[in-house]
């Protein structure tokens, strides 16, 4: 058995360790081998398909590639956390302007239906991973040490970097309910109301090495329910 982690960063294991970037080995896929392995189904093969700084465009576009022509049992769809961002540097040099996010909400959600559509013709069971939290303050903390203060007022105009990127996360959970697609909801093991501390890496949305094992295990729950119901 097959199964195909396919996303942005967060799928390919970025982190910032001691200030810099890093692709960590203890990435959520690397992790969720590792729990099949501990109970013994060494027939099952997870294969990390992440791209750092992906988009939901790009995936469409390697969504061929990548998975279906990978022939996998499973495929997880983790997307949203640079769609839903916005080129700073624009911002940072005109922030009065109107600044649209790299990927408008419509777009986004109509990529993530056409991924599950070509994904389930191609005989591949379609899992959806929806947004993890990020946290707002070191993340912006991030953002404007490296484009400036200036985009203070961009953000408070959209309600706040939380607040628009929750609302991409509400609505993947709802365009989810409505394709009757199964949902890894990192909610259930991460949660904005929590300390984010160790979860999350200084620059407020990637996670650490226990945030990407901490996500593995509700991946691994889920799936093992699936797995076992067949």
């Known amino acids: 058995m097959k ?68 022939k996998p049992d499973y495929a997880i769809i983790e997307i949203g956390g640079n769609d839903c961002n ?10 009065y302007d109107e ?15 056409d991924m599950v559509v070509k994904v389930k013709n191609a005989g591949i069971t379609p899992m ?3 947004l993890p939290p990020l946290d707002p303050v070191r993340y912006y903390k991030q953002i404007s040490e490296t484009y400036g203060t200036a985009i203070s007022h961009f953000i408070c105009s959209v309600g706040g970097i939380a607040f628009w990127h929750e609302n991409y996360h509400r609505m993947l959970n709802k365009l989810i309910d409505q394709l009757k697609v199964i949902k890894i909801d990192s909610r259930n093991v991460i949660s904005p109301e929590q300390d984010l501390t160790d979860i999350i ?15 593995s295990l509700e991946a691994f729950k889920g799936l093992s329910a699936l797995i076992n119901r067949k």
């Open 128 to 130: 959806i991973m929806n």
């Open 3 to 70: 199964i195909i982690c396919f996303g942005d960063s967060l799928t390919r294991g970025v982190s910032i360790v001691k200030g810099r970037l890093r692709i960590l080995k203890e990435n959520y896929p690397a992790f969720l081998q590792e729990w099949f392995q501990q109970k013994h189904e060494d027939d099952i093969k997870v294969v990390n398909k992440g791209i750092f700084n992906a988009d939901s465009d790009l995936l469409l576009t390697r969504l061929d590639k990548d998975v279906i022509e990978e």
């Open 201 to 215: 890496s200084d620059d407020g949305i990637h996670l650490t090495a226990l945030g990407y094992k901490t996500l």
């Open 86 to 95: 916005f080129h700073w540097k624009e911002v940072a040099e005109r922030p």
């Open 99 to 113: 600044h649209t996010a790299i990927v408008p909400i419509e777009r986004y959600l109509k990529n993530i239906k």
